[in-house]
């Protein structure tokens, strides 16, 4: 069993930056990839970016790609989000998530929440305009 919790959720301006963060604990995962997903009120489930555990290969979706890197660090279990150029778009829950998924895998299984396991409480980002 893994545990995950979120941090760094907030309320920012548009065009300001914010950095999640989510610490793992429990079951070791060397071949876990860990990744983050967004929903907002109304709207399904989107897949914001993935980073494979054992080799740090990172993933992102179209609608963040260019503003947001993910990165993780190993010795603490913890990966972040940094996201940059924030809009009013981005507003929704940021969820944590993580799962057995091959360091082989095409980009299209990173991105499918349905290959995770795991998933964190969710943190409130809020981007005003």
């Known amino acids: 069993q893994v545990q995950l919790v979120e941090s760094g959720g907030g309320l920012v301006q548009a065009g300001d930056s914010l950095r999640l963060s989510c610490a793992a604990s429990?079951?070791?995962?060397?071949?876990?990839?860990m990744g983050w997903f967004r929903q907002a009120p109304g709207k399904e489930r989107e897949f914001v970016a993935a980073i494979s555990w054992t080799f740090g290969s990172t993933y992102y979706g179209a609608s963040v790609k260019g503003r947001c890197t993910i990165s993780r660090d190993v010795a603490r279990y913890t990966v972040h989000l940094q996201m940059n150029s924030l809009k009013p778009g981005d507003t929704a829950v940021y969820y944590c998530a993580a799962g057995y998924i091959s360091s082989t895998a095409n980009t299209a299984t990173f991105a499918s929440a349905n290959a995770y396991n795991y998933w964190g409480q969710g943190t409130q980002v809020t981007v005003s305009s």
């Open positions: 429990g079951r070791t995962f060397g071949s876990y990839a």
